[in-house]
């Protein structure tokens, strides 16, 4: 018996105002609606329960913003993606938009797998002075110990190699507003926790997700999808950007001794 042809897309989305609150697994389920209004030849799994083949990225915790969502969809045939993401956007609720789509090549690594890196926006509530400090001591710190409880255990993770980059981008009303890079894969951060290393006394308030990057072997990096106005290739590389005053990183892999 012949396996059904499958023509893998990656989507670019956003996800922003109310429908922040929407949890990730109901944001699936949401798309999955939209495509079966859209009657899209989307292919399905075989069994008693079919679903459609749909592969979502890293999730999005509940309350943030994202510019950068992803996932891929297997269709059974090709399909024009001139018009793909305007359709699905009809199709969606506010507050979610697809902006972009391109063809995948069959066995490409899954944006789970491959996602290393995300950029992200996160205002710090807390005085700005003690917000700046904290940065500088945290970016100096040649270890920064975290302790995570996961299922009743207690564990404690060196997560300094996860901070691969802060930069200070201005006061809020509240706070301070940083654009930090950082890691998803082993030992990785999330916005919350890098806010609790910064300092207990901190607390979160908007987080917006920026780009997710995938890092190849040379170190060069790139997003799954383009922002749409970028520039036709996106190579950013992790050692090229110059520190500045307001802008400092240090390698992941390095140890700031």
């Keep these: 018996m012949n396996a059904t042809p499958r023509f893998t897309v990656r989507l670019r989305f956003t996800k922003s105002g109310k429908v922040r609150f929407v949890s990730h697994r109901d944001v699936a389920r949401i798309i999955e609606r939209s495509i079966k209004k859209l009657r899209l030849p989307v292919s399905y799994s075989e069994g008693f329960s079919p679903r459609p083949r ?30 793909l993401p305007a359709r699905l956007t009809a199709a ?18 899954s944006l789970q797998e491959s996602i290393s890196c995300c950029r992200w926006i996160i205002e710090v509530l807390g005085d700005p002075t003690d917000v700046t400090a904290a940065v500088s001591t945290t970016l100096d710190a040649p270890e920064l110990m975290l302790e ?21 981008s201005g006061p809020t009303d509240s706070g301070v507003r940083l654009v930090t890079e950082l890691a998803t894969l082993a ?19 908007k987080v917006c997700r920026t780009h997710q990057f995938i890092q190849q072997a040379n170190g060069d990096r790139f997003e799954p999808i383009e922002a749409p106005g970028s520039p036709a290739a996106l190579q950013m590389s992790a050692t090229s950007a110059t520190p500045t005053s307001a802008v400092r990183e240090l390698s992941p892999a390095r140890s700031a001794s």
């Design 148 to 168: 995570r409880v996961r299922k009743g255990k207690t564990t404690t993770v060196d997560v300094r190699p996860a901070i691969v980059k802060i930069d200070i």
């Design 187 to 205: 030992p990785s951060i999330r916005p919350a926790e890098f806010v609790r290393v910064l300092s207990p006394d901190f607390a979160e308030g």
């Design 92 to 109: 969606l609720p506010d507050g979610l938009a697809v902006s972009a789509a391109k063809h995948i090549e069959p066995g490409t690594a």
């Design 54 to 83: 749909i592969s979502f990225g890293l999730a999005l915790t509940v309350a943030y913003e994202s510019e950068a969502e992803f996932l891929d969809i297997d269709f059974v045939t090709p399909i024009d993606l001139e018009d």
